[in-house]
């Protein structure tokens, strides 16, 4: 607690949790805080499914914990290797925020380091506006120590998957709406399709699995997991490795697959959520210079003509994104947090020259149609991009400087993008 | 511990060390309850809590300190239960320079790495011979196998406890209590942080835990935690002495 606050004192810092941020937001503007030893759980309530837990605890271990017990994490990214301080700093979402919302609605409360080296204890009813702005607030508040996040009871750590394809991007987003009810949802989009191909995708439905679906081999142990072994790139793959035609045909593969695998299926929540935590270093397949994601989240009104306009410059670049991923947001309203309702969309490029051009591009469409980005995914935004196409940012940043809080708390994001 | 499924009471004498909280966690994540001993057992309320709900299983603290031979007594007869498996990890390193000067400081490590241990260890397996079953490890040192120029006050300490622990396995040996040395070589420890050390023979301290389980399951009598220990130190047990005295070791 002493060095954390020492450190604190230094300014011009950001805590740190595992890293898997795709960007700059956890590295320091002077120094960066590695949290990944504060990582105990400290209590749980099993009549509330309450967990108290120091921020660098890792979530896959949170489910290692809790899922023997029946309990698995109410909102979950599409890593299990974040830790809860940057699930909450990120405010992330899962594919269940349709109906349950971000990370932070199951945040009952979080003990924050100030500028002054003090913890205070901030939740919805004391304290609000520093909870309020603290999730979600990419770290910029101060630094995320402990927090009370929720579970939800499940009887299995099954899941419920049902595979509809689409043949475009009305159909998958028509599929979006009639299936609002589902927990979980999410559309892989093959964002080479073009014409009246465009948005080409398979959306994937899940539900928790009661105790009498449990595939019977698991019947008696609903909770245990499958064995599977984790594989690794081992090294870096050629950059030319990933090419228009290499994803090309990849998508059509992967598409095909899907309009003739079954339908429905029981599928472990290891490979549900997490499909690619299991392959170690999967960022390798981009080759030394690594990847770019693009991700932004549209309003319901501008959804359709947005997503058509950043998915028509994708296949327009012919830039090959192997993972796009079309997601649908239900209401939220936040200090800083990212989701909003409408969708989202998110772009794998390897990291070119041609790629920045593109996502130069792609912010301009996305601007255009009243989107907002994602700083967990972003490592190249414009300061003007951001506070043009959200004006929460000005606010964020006055708010810092009234509180002394942006001498204290900076990332390199932080003053890249003049927060 | 033949039987897998049994669930034990396992005691760490230095519950709050790495090593001790690396073994305890190990052991933990098999299903055993634990029990922390250390000096200030309230401090390690946070270990404690996570232990528990990482396994769940349960995890007690108790105060102890080994330098108070009078108190032992008591504090065998008060732990309940009553641990099947007890594993101290205390030691203190000093300094070597200080301990050849001071007579106070030098006592200090003598006590806590040889008459403490030797004599909390001792009790605990009148106790299990009584009972004809129970586990006692006791993590020594390779700095025992041979006195050094650079810490041959630790060493002599650490090799009366591990001659302790020999003799008391060989009393134990027919009468179904097990008696466990452990030798760990470097480890990687806050202790150890900044120190220049060889990366093959410096183990992390949850191979330490690890090492320490697999031993108590075989019934293991003497482990290194890296084998390549057992080698080093039958290489330097066998220069002979006229050589080894003006070896810089």
């Known amino acids: ?419 | 511990m033949t039987d897998a499924t049994r669930k034990s009471t396992v005691l760490i004498l230095g519950g709050r060390s790495e090593i001790g909280l690396a073994i305890g966690r190990v052991f933990a994540a098999e299903g055993h309850n634990l029990i922390l001993a250390a000096r200030d057992p309230e401090s390690l309320e946070p270990e404690r809590a996570d232990i528990a709900l990482r396994h769940d299983i349960e995890v007690k603290l108790t105060q102890f300190d080994v330098l108070d031979t009078e108190s032992m007594h008591g504090f065998v007869e008060a732990l309940d239960p009553a641990p099947e498996i007890v594993v101290s990890v205390i030691g203190l390193m000093g300094e070597q320079a200080e301990n050849e000067r001071d007579p106070i400081a030098a006592t200090q490590v003598m006590r806590s790495n040889y008459e403490g241990p030797a004599l909390i260890l001792g009790l605990f397996a009148e106790r299990m011979v009584a009972a004809k079953k129970g586990t006692i490890v006791g993590v020594s040192s390779v700095a025992g196998d041979r006195g050094r120029a650079s810490n041959y006050v630790y060493g002599s300490a650490k090799a009366g406890f591990t001659a302790f622990l020999s003799g008391l396995r060989n009393r134990c040996a027919r009468l179904g209590v097990q008696v466990v040395t452990v030798k760990p070589g470097f480890v990687a420890t806050r202790m150890t942080e900044g120190m220049d050390l060889p990366a093959a023979l410096t183990a992390a301290p949850e191979e330490v835990g690890q090492a320490v389980l697999r031993a108590v399951e075989r019934g293991r009598d003497v482990v290194y935690v890296r084998p390549v220990w057992g080698l080093v130190m039958r290489i330097i047990t066998a220069i002979p002495e006229r050589f080894f005295k003006r070896t810089d070791l």
Not at chain 1, 259 to 281: E, H, Q
């Open chain 1, 1 to 419: 607690m002493a060095a954390l606050r020492a450190a604190v004192g230094l300014g011009g810092v950001i805590a740190r949790g595992n890293g898997r941020a795709y960007g700059d937001s956890a590295m320091g503007a002077a120094a960066t805080i590695d949290m990944r030893r504060l990582n105990r759980m400290l209590a749980f309530d099993p009549a509330t499914g309450q967990l108290v837990a120091e921020a660098g605890v890792i979530l896959g271990d949170v489910i290692t914990a809790f899922l023997p017990r029946g309990w698995f994490p109410y909102v979950t990214p599409g890593t299990k290797f974040v830790s809860l301080g940057g699930a909450i700093a990120a405010d992330v979402h899962g594919k269940n925020h349709h109906v349950d919302g971000s990370f932070g609605a199951f945040v009952d409360w979080i003990d924050v380091v100030g500028a002054d080296g003090e913890v205070t204890r901030a939740s919805r009813s004391s304290n609000s506006e520093l909870f309020g702005w603290t999730i979600g607030g990419m770290g910029l508040t101060g630094v995320i120590l402990r927090a009370a996040i929720r579970l939800r009871p499940v009887e299995s750590a099954w899941i419920r998957q049902e595979t509809i394809p689409a043949p475009h991007l009305a159909a998958a987003m028509e599929a979006f709406e009639a299936a609002d009810a589902a927990t979980y949802s999410v559309a892989w989009i093959d964002c080479l399709a073009s014409g009246g191909s465009l948005g080409r995708s398979l959306i994937m439905f899940g539900e928790h699995a009661e105790t009498g679906e449990v595939p019977s081999a698991f019947r008696k142990h609903p909770f245990a997991t499958p064995k599977r072994r984790a594989k690794t790139v081992p090294v870096n793959l050629p950059g030319a490795a990933l090419n228009t035609w290499t994803v090309k045909a990849f998508n059509a593969l992967y598409w095909r697959k899907g309009l003739s695998s079954p339908r429905k299926s029981l599928v472990d929540w290891d490979r549900y959520f997490y499909p690619l935590d299991a392959i170690l270093g999967w960022n390798r397949i981009y080759g030394r210079r690594g990847f770019l994601q693009f991700q932004c989240a549209l309003p319901p009104k501008s959804s359709e003509a947005g997503l058509r306009a950043l998915l028509g410059a994708t296949a327009a670049a012919g830039q090959g994104s192997f993972l796009a991923v079309l997601k649908r947001f239900g209401i939220q309203e936040s200090r800083f947090s990212f989701p909003m309702e409408g969708y989202t969309l998110a772009l794998d490029f390897p990291a070119t020259a041609k790629t920045l051009a593109l996502l130069d591009r792609l912010d301009a469409i996305a601007v255009d149609h009243g989107a907002r980005f994602y700083l967990a995914k972003d490592a190249r935004l414009a300061a003007t991009t951001l506070h043009r196409s959200d004006p929460r940012a000005d606010i964020l940043r006055d708010m810092r400087r009234e509180a002394g809080l942006d001498q204290a708390f900076a990332s390199a994001q932080s003053e890249r993008l003049l927060l």
